[in-house]
Nanobody, 126 residues
Framework: QVQPVESGGGLVQPGGSLTLSCEAAEGGTTFTTYNVAWFRQAPGMDREFVASIKYSGSITYYEDSVKGRFTISRDNVKNTVFLKMLNLKPEDTAVYYC?????????????????WGQGTQVTVSS
């Protein structure tokens, strides 16, 4: 099994940028054969889909509110998936989670992902 580990969260002003990273924990299975997604959860809200990427990197999906601002990518040599976030807005404030799934892929459904990280906090505020 694979254990995702997120990093890169923090406090940023509106209009700013952050890049989140999701690595497979050392000693565990690599990400190479896993489809990976980012989800987020704001206080009092349900967890929502943000973006996902096929194990090969050839296919990506985005939630409508982040299209054109967020970019998901992966480097299978570095065993890392990235979420580059530009023009951040206060409504992007949430805990961001990385999730992984091998085999049959349902890109946007949280309950179809088998392995989850602990999350990283992103706060967008002036």
């Amino acid at each position: 099994q694979v254990q995702p580990v997120e990093s890169g969260g923090g406090l940023v002003q509106p209009g700013g940028s952050l890049t989140l990273s999701c690595e497979a924990a050392e000693g565990g299975t690599t990400f190479t054969t896993y489809n990976v997604a980012w989800f987020r959860q704001a206080p009092g809200m349900d967890r929502e889909f943000v973006a996902s990427i096929k194990y090969s990197g050839s296919i990506t999906y985005y939630e409508d509110s982040v299209k054109g601002r967020f970019t998901i990518s992966r480097d299978n040599v570095k065993n890392t998936v990235f979420l580059k976030m530009l023009n951040l807005k206060p409504e992007d404030t949430a805990v961001y989670y990385c999730a992984a799934k091998s085999g049959v892929w349902f890109p946007r459904w949280a309950d179809k992902y088998d392995y989850w990280g602990q999350g990283t906090q992103v706060t967008v505020s002036s």
